[in-house]
């Protein structure tokens, strides 16, 4: 890994997995939560978004995904889903019970 100006390692994706992250962007995840959720920069994610609008998204390419990094991601995307819709019922739920009240 190269390093960055600050001395932190930078990170290196492959293409599979930057374009994963953008089908869950696209599917109408937001930009933060599928950052925090890949443990990617939030800049970095919008990045390979525009890019990938324009066609120019590239991997680091030397490495291959493997089939456990892959269903890795894709549970990490199903447990944000499933988080985010627990979060909606438990509003609503608090709504209704006070409304009822």
Known sequence: MSKRKDGQARG?????????????????QAVPVTAK???VPTQTLGNWV????KGQL???GDKPVSQEQ???ARLRAELA???MERDILKK???YFARESL
Not at 13 to 20: A, D, R
Not at 50 to 53: G, I, P, T
């Open 12 to 28: 290196q994706y492959t293409l599979e997995y930057k374009l994963e992250a953008v089908r869950l962007v696209k599917g109408g």
């Open 37 to 39: 959720i890949l443990g």
């Open 50 to 53: 525009r890019l990938s609008e």
């Open 58 to 60: 590239k991997g680091a």
């Open 70 to 72: 892959m269903e890795l």
């Open 81 to 83: 889903r499933v988080k």
């Open 92 to 94: 609503a739920t608090a």
